[in-house]
């Protein structure tokens, strides 16, 4: 129950969001069940696909890759393709798509991989095989079809670095300084 969950605290406050993320996260679930038991979930897996995707037009599939502690905003008109790679504590906002800017040499398809605590505005567009770092904003209204450093600000389209902001240490050296 703990994984179903795991985005409860980031979405405290947030019913609607956290509604999405529990819903999402119980879909994956079923679709890990043995192939018998999953039959059994099939009814979970269409209320699912009717009410958020098709009545609130949040498109999570159920076999995407994404981080614990995932915000969403508002869930309206986000949709993310299913070999998109998301990181942990992502915050979503409505509007945005992240993924694939067409398809490939024999079908092969690639979507972003997109890493940890990033900020996506609103109806921000990601595509393609690219990569965002970790700790990384993108501005309300962005198209990124290139890759992105971490702790970079990008904003416009298409986006262009607006300043980058010094890493953050982790804990364990932050811990290390105040005990020296």
């Known amino acids: 129950m703990a994984g179903v969950l795991q985005d409860g605290v980031a979405n405290a406050g947030n019913v609607k969001g956290r509604l999405v993320l529990v819903a999402f996260r119980c879909a994956q679930r079923v679709r890990r069940w043995p192939k018998p038991l999953r039959l059994l979930g099939i009814p979970l897996l269409v209320l699912y696909r009717v009410a958020f995707e098709w009545v609130l037009g949040v498109e999570l599939p159920w076999n995407l890759s994404l981080g614990a502690g995932a915000r969403v905003f508002h869930g309206m008109g986000l949709v993310i393709n299913d070999q998109a ?3 942990h504590s992502v915050v979503l906002r ?3 798509t992240i993924g ?3 398809t490939f040499a024999f079908g092969v398809r690639a979507a972003p991989t997109i890493g940890d605590r990033v900020d996506v505005g609103s ?3 990601i595509l393609g095989p690219i990569t965002i770092g970790d700790d990384v ?3 309300a209204g962005s198209v990124v079809v290139k890759d992105v450093p971490a702790g970079a600000v990008v904003v416009g389209n298409p986006a262009r670095i607006l300043r980058i902001n010094a890493p953050q240490a982790s804990a364990a050296s932050a811990m290390e ?3 020296s």
């Open 177 to 179: 300084a105040v005990q």
């Open 137 to 139: 904003v993108i501005g």
């Open 100 to 102: 694939v800017a067409g």
């Open 94 to 96: 409505h509007c945005t």
């Open 123 to 125: 109806n921000v567009v």
């Open 85 to 87: 790679v998301i990181g």
